[in-house]
């Protein structure tokens, strides 16, 4: 089994270029990784490119050049088709926001990416409920988004990216409306469901608490990943 579960290689993104728009460019050159079971914080200050480089990761931003491998397989230059199913199967996101869908309770939510791969309504309802018992929202299945805290329903959202075990978790601002406590209590949750399903992850924020409790640290400097 590859110990490195995302590796960026030589990765370069730039942005205009055309007509009166000025060429900017991101990341140049970009190396990274992360191993497995690992758990990286980036943190940089707004506009340095940390939404960027997680949608890069994340499959999500096909126009930029160089070599992203997921377990050792190169995975960038497929079709859409490929790609899609590659990112369903190994990357789990989280964001700010938490696109939870309104209508349906929160395990109706969590469960759904199980439901997508074919598994048993059986199965991923034992699955998820047993997520969101972990996450001490047990008695709180059957409740729709709009009944939820904002840190509830970030609870839920996390539950929702790891209920199929991906093997890489990107996280973008996953806290960054939440206050203190709340987020003290989310992110705690975070790293202990990660570590409990052998999950490496990446997670951007502001929020210093973070990088206390991640097994290393890093920063956007000059188109490049500096570790600190």
């Known amino acids: 089994m590859n110990d490195i579960v995302l590796r960026l290689h030589k990765v370069t993104k730039t942005y205009g270029g055309n007509g009166n728009v000025p060429l900017v460019e991101i990341f140049k050159g970009l190396d990274f990784n992360v191993k497995r079971n690992e758990v990286v914080g980036l943190f940089s200050p707004s506009g340095s ?9 994340g499959l999500l931003d096909s126009k930029c050049s160089g070599d992203i491998y997921i377990n050792g ?3 960038n230059a497929k079709n859409d088709f490929q790609t899609s ?5 190994n990357i789990g996101f989280v964001f700010q926001f938490h696109h939870l869908i309104q209508e349906f309770s929160a395990l109706e939510n969590i469960i759904l990416p199980l439901l997508f791969d074919g598994t048993s309504k059986k199965i991923a309802v034992k699955k998820g409920q047993h997520l969101l018992e972990k996450v001490g929202l047990s008695k709180r299945m059957d409740n729709r988004p709009a009944e939820l805290s904002g840190g509830e329903q970030q609870r839920v959202a996390i539950c929702r ?22 987020t003290s209590k989310v992110m705690t949750f975070l790293i202990e469901l990660i570590k409990e399903h052998n999950i490496s992850a990446i997670i951007a924020s502001h929020n210093p608490m973070i990088s206390q409790i991640v097994d290393k ?9 500096v570790y600190n």
Not at 49 to 57: P, R, S, V, W, Y
Not at 85 to 89: D, E, S
Not at 161 to 182: C, K, M, R, V
Not at 217 to 223: T, V
Request: hydrophobic share 40%; net charge positive.
């Open 49 to 57: 490119g940390k939404t960027t480089f997680l949608q890069i990761a």
């Open 73 to 75: 397989s190169k995975v």
């Open 85 to 89: 199913m590659i990112r369903r199967k």
């Open 161 to 182: 990216a790891i209920i199929n075990e991906p093997a890489l978790l990107l996280a973008d601002e996953p806290t960054g409306n939440l206050d203190q406590s709340t």
């Open 217 to 225: 640290n890093a920063k956007i400097e000059s188109g490049k990943i």
